[in-house]
Every structure is written in structure tokens, then in C-alpha cells.
């Protein structure tokens, strides 16, 4: 229903500054498909953005609780509190931390319940840990140093990527606010001025 209305939307900006009649709506097949296209991708990046933030605040709280001397276990269990601090931003991460929790409680392994978690998330760094702790867990010995200095690094790694998006995020808004420009001068010419640029109107090319 969004994408429907904002694509009307853009369909009724067109008509009205390029052509300034019915057929312009013509083109409503084409906005709509395009501005379709863009709003999925712009949602499925904004999740995957909140579901990499979930994930560094968990990978931080695992670090600072093993560094602590907890227990792999216990530190997931105690995650699982300090994440519901997040509210609505961490809610897919809770959820999956606490069915973990609860596997590990009935004595399934917590490498194993966590494989499956990462899987759930369907998170490349989520995976990658994954396979660290199992990694660790098999060469026994200080394992919990092992998992709290890669969780830390781990976190380092998706903090600078976090970076690099933000910074990207911000050339490609720039982008947009060049592209609208143009637009947004024709239509304050139409609204103040009108005759200026009513020769360019009457014809199938549009203005």
C-alpha cells in the first residue's frame, strides 16, 4: 500500500511538471515499478543495518561479560537482559537469543544452539563467530579468551563498517537532493510564474 501511494504520488508530480495533462499518468506502469524497486532495497538495507547494530551491541556484551570471567553460557543468558534495553531496535535479536538460551537450558550444547541462531539471523558476521566458537570449543584450554578477544575484534570490524555505510548513506542523499533540485526549480517556476513555461506544454514529448 505504500509503495502504491508513493508511486501515485511521483505519477502526479511527473504529470504536472513535465506534460500538465491526463496522459502524463501514463507513466504510472514505470514510476511505479521503479519506485517499487527502490523502496524494497532502501527497507532490506535499513534491516539488515538494525539487525548489524543488535548484533555489535551483543558481540560488545559477550566481550565485556567474559572478560569479566562468565562462563560462555551465563553470558549469553546475561545478553539476553541487557539487549532488551534496545526495545524495538533489538527485537529479532532478543528473540533468537532467547530460544538459544532456552536449548542451552535443556543441556544442548551452546555452540550448537548459537550455529543456529547465527543461521536464524542470517548474518555473515553472525556466522563467522559462529564457527570461531566452535572452533575454540574443540581446542578447549582458555577458550573464553579466545571467544572474548575475536567477539571484540569482530565488533571493531562492523563499528568501521557501520562507518562506511553512514558515509555512504550521506554522498548517496546528496545525490538525491541533486537530482530533485532541477525538479523543484520547475515547479517553483510553475507556481509563480506559469506563462514562462507554458510554451514547452501541448505537445506528446512533455516538457
Keep these: 500500500m505504500v509503495e502504491v501511494s508513493i508511486a501515485v504520488l511521483l505519477t502526479l508530480l511527473v504529470a504536472w511538471i513535465f506534460y500538465n495533462a491526463w496522459y502524463g499518468l501514463l507513466w504510472f506502469p514505470v514510476v511505479y515499478l521503479l519506485s517499487s524497486r527502490i523502496y ?22 559477550l566481550s565485556g561479560f567474559l572478560q569479566a570471567g562468565m562462563s560462555l553460557e551465563n553470558s549469553f543468558l546475561q545478553a539476553e537482559g541487557q539487549l532488551a ?15 538459544m538460551n ?7 550444547a551452546v555452540e550448537q544452539a548459537y550455529m543456529e541462531l547465527a ?19 574443540r581446542l578447549g584450554g582458555n577458550y573464553g579468551k579466545n571467544i572474548q578477544r575475536t567477539a571484540t575484534k569482530l565488533g571493531e570490524k562492523m563499528s568501521l563498517q557501520e562507518e562506511i555505510t553512514t558515509m555512504m548513506a550521506q554522498k548517496k542523499l546528496e545525490m538525491k537532493v541533486m537530482l530533485v533540485i532541477p525538479l523543484a526549480i520547475i515547479a517553483y517556476v510553475r507556481l509563480t510564474s ?4 507554458a510554451v514547452l506544454y501541448g505537445n506528446l514529448a512533455g516538457g
Design 194 to 197: 506559469a506563462d514562462l513555461l
Design 40 to 61: 524494497r532495497e532502501e527497507k532490506q538495507a535499513k534491516e539488515g543495518q538494525r539487525k548489524n547494530r543488535a548484533f555489535k551491541e551483543l558481540l560488545e556484551l
Design 119 to 137: 543461521e536464524q539471523m542470517d548474518l555473515e558476521e553472525a556466522c563467522a563467530f559462529g564457527e570461531i566458537l566452535l572452533f575454540a570449543k
Design 85 to 99: 534495553m534496545l526495545g524495538e531496535e533489538g527485537k529479532d535479536m532478543i528473540y533468537a537469543l532467547h530460544q
Design 102 to 108: 532456552q536449548k542451552v537450558k535443556v543441556n544442548i
